[in-house]
């Protein structure tokens, strides 16, 4: 079985492309992403998708608005729809042609991020050049960039703090650990920039943004 990601924006005249080219059958799966809220111009688009996929291979496909005015959690959301439809594939093709840039850039940050996931599939992550001219795959920064790996512990404490900051001793006393043990996980994170102690004043740890990605 495939997954196919496809960014959407105004125009599905990409995607029409690629659904032409690539093999399809009735167990794939196609996942669009758009922006929140929904423009009747994206609507349209997926109206004209679904009737081409109608008279070739019927296919349902799924739409998702994401909401990108927060950054981190617009990636957050991306992430979750990946680990969705990715789970069972064998390969998943991401094509990153249509929609906003910032909707790009987070799914391509989400993709980077659920590696956990996707490092067993069959992989390829491509963005169309203008005017249809080609297309370009990008290269597996992963294989050379890792993102940080966390243990279970360090990522309880980061759902903590997510929304409230607390101190070690309410870290300690929530997940019945010792202070000692919440310290030394605390200064690992921040040694990662991953957290933002403040010990002269409340004594709480505080999240950092690019933490929440993690979470």
Same mark, same amino acid.
Request: charged share 25%; no cysteine.
């Given at each position: ?120 599939? *069959? ?26 790996? #966390? ?6 404490? #980061? *759902? ?56």
């Amino acid at each position: 079985m495939h997954t196919l990601f496809f960014t959407l924006g105004f125009d599905e005249k990409f995607i029409l492309r690629w659904l032409t080219k690539l093999p399809l059958t009735e167990k794939d799966q196609i996942v669009l992403l758009t922006a929140h809220p929904l423009n009747p111009k994206v609507q349209e688009a997926k109206r004209s998708i679904d009737l081409f996929l109608l008279k070739s291979t019927p296919i349902q496909t799924t739409l998702y608005p994401i909401k990108l005015e927060d950054f981190t959690q617009a990636v957050k959301q991306i992430k979750q729809i990946i680990a969705k439809h990715a789970q069972q594939a064998k390969q998943v093709k991401f094509i990153l042609s249509g929609g906003m840039r910032a909707l790009i850039l987070a799914t391509y940050t989400a993709i980077i991020l659920s590696q956990k996931i996707l490092k067993e599939k *069959q992989k390829q992550i491509i963005v169309d050049l203008e005017n249809l001219e080609g297309y370009i795959q990008l290269p597996d920064i992963t294989k050379v960039i890792k993102p940080v790996q #966390l243990t279970k512990e360090k990522i309880e404490i #980061l *759902q903590l703090i997510e929304n409230q900051p607390l101190t070690a001793k309410q870290i300690s006393d929530i997940l019945n650990k010792d202070t000692s043990t919440i310290y030394r996980h605390i200064m690992h994170l921040q040694d990662l920039q991953l957290v933002n102690p403040d010990y002269k004043k409340t004594r709480k740890i505080k999240i950092t943004q690019e933490a929440k990605l993690l979470t």
